[in-house]
């Protein structure tokens, strides 16, 4: 097989899988909020991680500080775990003002009180228009890249049949 047709049956199923998942993005577009909420889930299985997993950790902290929250449904998820509920802690990020102990014996005046799961749900539906909008240019450049493939190879083989 040609390289040229290799890259385009390649191109081809690229853009297929794109396509399936847009169409199940769709399908389970529901599963973002509600009782079974995947996004909850997840947010709970970092939470349980937090300490033990540097990345998981820092993007935990990192989620609390731009959201402005703490936990996932609220600061009160925290004593869930049995690491902040011996202390009566939350973890640092979780503090309106950084101080040394603002996370200790937390308040509604020194920690965000707010989960973290509402926040994303916001943002998400926020901007899902521009996340559909570049899936839509990548998906476009994919295609004008399999049709100018296909041009090559015809071109490639007009050539061979001329000599």
């Not at 993005?25 to 709970?44: A, I, M, N, R």
């Not at 991680?49 to 996932?72: I, M, N, W």
């Not at 449904?73 to 009566?88: G, P, S, V």
């Not at 503090?95 to 020194?110: E, F, G, I, K």
């Amino acid at each position: 097989m040609h390289s040229s047709l290799q890259f385009a049956v390649l191109l081809s199923i690229i853009f297929l899988v794109e396509i399936a998942a847009a169409i199940a993005g769709y399908v389970f577009k529901d599963k973002v909020g509600g009782s079974t909420c995947l996004l909850e889930e997840g947010v709970w299985d970092t939470m349980s991680k937090y300490g033990e997993d540097v990345p998981l950790t820092e993007a935990v902290d990192r989620l609390q500080e731009d959201f402005h929250c703490c936990g996932s449904n609220n600061y009160t998820d925290w004593a869930t775990l049995e690491r902040f509920r011996a202390n009566n802690t939350v973890p640092h990020s979780c503090c309106r003002v950084n101080t040394t102990n603002c996370n200790v014996n937390p308040t509604a005046s020194t920690i965000y009180v707010e989960g973290c799961q509402k926040g994303i749900e916001v943002w998400m539906k926020k901007n899902i228009l521009i996340v559909a909008a570049v899936a839509l240019g990548i998906a476009f450049f994919e295609i004008l890249g399999i049709i100018f493939t296909c041009c090559l190879m015809k071109g490639i083989r007009s050539g061979y049949e001329v000599m």
